[in-house]
């Protein structure tokens, strides 16, 4: 039986280190490279100078969830033709995804087409970010080593360093930045792991209170890599669009369950029913006219724990899927 008894929240930057250090230690195995700038920051490139393999992307997207989450993978029957399925699973999934996996920390330095602009998630944020979110979560980290994926395709800036350092009030000899372009196998596979942590956003933007989902798991499909970013956007966006679920617990009454169920999918969202690159096509590549709402698994169960009972929400679209994937 459930209770209320509240436990200490986990330091995702300790619960991290040890993911991190493995990577590290034998970058060879995982196809990354590793570096030091001059101010001692090192830098681990999962795919802009090298192959940043899937195994890779499956170490860092446990690293983005600051070792609070398991993420494995395996062969499934749900698509015909994309039947290997990255699986998420976190005990803390409120502290896992929104306290480090979501990507909200925006770094930009310089305008144009020579600026840097790169949304940081991990470990680093629950020390140095400034987002509200934190403050509704009431969690926060002391300063130490700690990490930050960025989903780029070059080093950044000494000044974009300088600040995560800053901000987390560390030297930057502490800071360890693990960069992940989206067309890379490893970049690719970190985002679709993020099926639990887009469903807990979504959870939030809803107004359902966080402290209320007590376990949840996910599982989207991987995607086929392409070498032109706007595509791969698209295509990780749309395993999780068309082909994610994910099964919340929640410790609510079932009129709460089954509502939650009822309004989280993609499927709720205006701009659902083509693939997410023709949608950021049609608003003229501005992002932020997308409805927010579409970012959502396609498929939500909601288990109330009190009842046992189980609720869903939306379906798979392979149709749409395949639109993506083999367009």
């Known amino acids: 039986m459930h209770t209320d008894t509240q436990l200490p929240r986990a330091n995702v930057n300790l619960c991290a280190q040890t993911l991190v250090e493995r990577l590290l230690a034998d970058p060879a195995r995982y196809r990354v490279t590793l570096s030091r700038l001059d101010c001692g920051t090192r830098i681990l ?79 680093a944020r629950s020390i140095g970010s400034r987002e509200p979110l934190f403050d509704e979560l009431a969690y926060r980290n002391p300063p130490g080593d700690t990490c930050l994926v960025l989903e780029v395709d070059r080093i950044p800036p000494q000044e974009i360093v300088d600040k995560i350092a800053t901000y987390c009030q560390i030297d930057p000899a502490q800071l360890t930045l693990i960069l992940t372009p989206t067309t890379s196998l490893a970049g690719g596979v970190q985002i679709v792991a993020r099926v639990l942590e887009v469903a807990l956003h979504k959870v939030h933007e809803l107004k359902f209170p966080l402290d209320k989902i007590i376990d949840g798991a996910g599982t989207a499909p991987v995607p086929p890599p392409t070498a032109d970013f706007i595509t791969a956007m698209g295509r990780t966006n749309d395993a999780i669009l068309f082909g994610g679920r994910v099964r919340l617990y ?42 927010p709402m579409l970012f959502s698994p396609a498929q939500c169960s909601v288990t109330a724990v009190k009842s046992g009972r189980t609720f869903e929400g939306g379906g798979l679209r392979e149709d749409l899927l395949e639109l993506s994937f083999g367009g």
């Open 45 to 123: 490139d999962a795919g802009i100078s090298c192959a940043g393999g899937i195994e890779a992307g499956r170490l860092i997207a446990e690293i983005c969830m600051g070792g609070l989450g398991t993420v494995t993978l395996r062969a499934a029957t749900d698509f015909k033709r994309w039947p290997w399925q990255v699986d998420v699973h976190s005990s803390d999934p409120v502290t896992a995804c929104l306290g480090s996996q979501y990507a909200g920390w925006s770094l930009n330095h310089g305008k144009g087409k020579e600026g840097f602009n790169a949304l940081g998630s991990g470990p």
């Open 250 to 291: 929640v410790d609510t009454d079932d009129d709460a369950a089954a509502q939650l169920a009822a309004q989280l999918p993609s499927a709720t969202s205006r701009d659902f029913g083509k693939p997410f690159g023709k949608v950021f096509k049609d608003y003229k590549y501005d992002f932020y006219q997308i409805d």
